[in-house]
């Protein structure tokens, strides 16, 4: 299983970005997956999570700004990132949780950096 993030940036206050991860995935299904993000001296927290079946789940810090979204076709989830503040500034990685025989997996891709100047 491979992660490959994209569409990280440098971008004003109040800008929009738009995150992208394609999942490659041999012999694992798929379950939810979703977003994380790492600041500089701080641990890394949930953003956004999203399941197979459509059902999603939101920090509370991005509530009504950012947006998970998948493909299923496309084995890639999205996040939309609206209303970007300077305090958003992280490396974001996305997560994907699978199953192979029975067991549950997890699988991050690498961070993808956003910074949002003032």
């Known amino acids: 299983v491979q992660l490959q993030a994209s569409g990280g940036g440098l971008v004003q206050a109040g800008g929009s970005l738009r995150l992208s991860c394609a999942v490659r995935?041999?012999?694992?299904?798929?379950?939810?997956m979703g977003w994380y993000r790492q600041a500089p001296g701080k641990e890394r927290e949930l953003v956004a999570e999203?399941?197979?079946?459509?059902?999603?789940n939101y920090a509370d810090f991005v509530k009504g700004r950012f947006t998970v979204s998948r493909d299923n076709a496309k084995n890639t989830v999205y996040l939309q990132m609206n209303s970007l503040k300077p305090e958003d500034t992280a490396a974001y990685y996305c997560?994907?949780?699978?199953?192979?025989?029975?067991?549950?997996?997890?699988?991050w891709g690498q961070g993808t950096l956003v910074t949002v100047s003032s």
């Open positions: 995935i041999t012999m694992h299904s798929l379950n939810y």
């Open positions: 997560h994907a949780d699978t199953r192979y025989d029975g067991e549950d997996f997890d699988f």
């Open positions: 999203i399941t197979n079946g459509g059902s999603t």
